[in-house]
């Protein structure tokens, strides 16, 4: 003991004092294991039915690449093709992903576009009116089937994909990062 101090209670404990544990047992590991395991399980299943949930725009399915096919056995030669659904018709981008996939086409997603609403439209009020499509020279996706092409060697590959899907128009633009983007609009059949 220090003896610059003065003496006070804990100065004149004389027995072994504390909290002490018995041992665990094996069951009691186990059980502790499986409380962990359960909740880990618990979240896991959490974070799949969210993803799920806020990843219900793609829609490309269970499209697996033919046996032995690498990226040079796609026709041309692997240029990535991405559709973008932008009716209301569930699944449309699916079905023509899978087609085109089927033909040899490199399909890189398939999707639909969530276009936004008007402001106003939920409260029930009458938007302000915004200019149409046609006003402002762009093409309404909802409406009409586009193929966006980045290079002139995507849209000599675009003018194959029409082989597939039908005669759409085509665009070169920078609107969209892969090298063929098919916009699918409502007159799309």
Known sequence: MAKDFPADEFDSVTAIGGRHRAKRTLRSRLASFARYAGVTAALSGAAIVALNVTSAGSDLGNIAA????????????????????????????????????????????????????????ATGSIPAPTPTPAATGA???????????????????????LKTIGIYKIVQAETYADPITIVLGSDFK
């Not at 699944?91 to 040899?104: H, I, M, N, P, W």
């Not at 093409?139 to 994909?161: E, F, G, L, M, R």
């Open 139 to 161: 093409v309404d996706p909802s409406k009409t089937t586009i193929v966006y092409v980045t290079t002139d060697a995507a849209k000599s590959a675009a003018n194959d994909v």
């Open 66 to 121: 033919p046996s032995g096919q690498g990226l040079s056995g796609f026709n041309a030669n692997g240029l990535g093709v991405t559709v973008i659904d932008a009716t209301d018709k569930k699944g449309l981008a699916s079905k023509v992903a899978s087609s085109l996939f089927d033909e040899g086409w490199n399909v890189l997603s398939a999707v639909n576009l969530n276009l936004p609403t008007p402001k106003g439209a």
